[in-house]
């Protein structure tokens, strides 16, 4: 389960990332969508980005 806090950036991406290329490579492209929200000084939460292996694997099954 990646609905968690992480300490980084990075330790989240690198969790991310491998849920997508383990456990979350049996899921279709569509149930892939993982983003890494962050909580800003205000309180309110953004998302902020995408693990590159989601990514590069829709890619490569399009082409």
Do not use: F, N
Request: charged share 20%; aromatic share 6%; proline share 3%.
């Amino acid at each position: 389960m990646l609905d968690a806090p992480y300490d980084t950036l990075e330790l989240a991406l690198a969790d991310a990332s491998d849920w997508c290329t383990g456990q979350g490579s049996r899921c279709s492209m569509g149930q892939q969508g993982i983003a890494v929200e962050v909580r800003t000084d205000s309180g309110s939460w953004r998302t902020i980005d995408y693990p590159v292996s989601c990514l590069s694997r829709s890619s490569a099954m399009a082409g």
